[in-house]
């Protein structure tokens, strides 16, 4: 049962029908894992606790430079050179007292991700390079997890909510069936990002793991949100899942 404080603390959000009282303590019983503290973790991390999650994980081996702040806004100068999972945990402590936080400075293998996942309801794929996405991926649907995607390059950016564990529903993999070698990715410092459109998309992961914990609204899985700033274009296209893909064609 919601207390005093938390009536009034999430009343903005219990005044939605979609949601109510019973919407907020399911809210506060959830477990959401965040993968990645960067452009898109930083504001995705941030709406989650104000919404009332009550149990947050994030995983992230970076460190807080000062390359970071232009986007990363959960970080700030005090916290250069410390761990993001810390700096990021130390701002969501002051958002909200009573948030459960999980940290791991560590990068997300497979090994850790197995071990990791299975505690949390949804995870968000807050990261930035194609190796790990498609761990998480893998991950997800062995132990059926629905996973919100998030990522951004430039102007734009994409997000979708992947339920391949489902009859039907794609993976990330039968959207994106080439896995790239890291050297041939471009190097973080040769990417090219404005903030804005990373906190944008990021708190649209945030709002797609809340639709999907009290199962509100109309389900994104199996299409793709693709919003290009510079063209004024928002829109979404289906993605069909391939029969022959490694991770779920066989569902």
Do not use: W
């Amino acid at each position: 049962m919601l207390s005093k404080q938390q009536k009034q603390l999430y009343i903005r959000n219990i005044i939605l029908s979609e949601i109510g009282e019973i919407g907020q303590q399911k809210l506060l019983d959830t477990k959401i894992l965040v993968i990645g503290a960067g452009g898109l973790g930083s504001s995705a991390l941030q709406y989650l606790a104000c919404a009332g999650i009550g149990t947050l994980g994030i995983i992230d081996d970076d460190k807080v430079e000062l390359s970071n702040l232009q986007r990363q806004i959960i970080h700030n100068f005090d916290n250069l050179g410390d761990y993001k999972v810390q700096s990021a945990r130390q701002k969501l402590q002051k958002l909200a007292p009573d948030l459960n936080i999980n940290i791991l400075d560590c990068r997300a293998n497979y090994e850790l991700l197995t071990k990791e996942v299975k505690n949390y309801d949804v995870v968000l794929d807050c990261t930035d390079n194609f190796a790990t996405r498609f761990i998480i991926n893998q991950v997800c649907f062995e132990q059926k997890k629905p996973l919100v995607f998030g990522a951004v390059k430039g102007f734009a950016g994409q997000l979708s909510v992947f339920k391949s564990y489902q009859p039907n529903q794609p993976c990330y993999a039968c959207f994106n069936p080439n896995i790239v070698d890291e050297k041939f990715e471009l190097p973080l410092h040769e990417k090219g990002i404005l903030g804005a459109v990373a906190g944008a998309i990021g708190a649209m992961q945030s709002s797609y793991a809340i639709k999907e914990i009290l199962r509100i609204g109309n389900d994104i899985s199996g299409k793709i949100l693709i919003y290009d700033f510079l063209k004024n274009d928002f829109h979404i296209t289906k993605l069909n899942k391939n029969p022959l893909c490694k991770i779920c064609g066989k569902i």
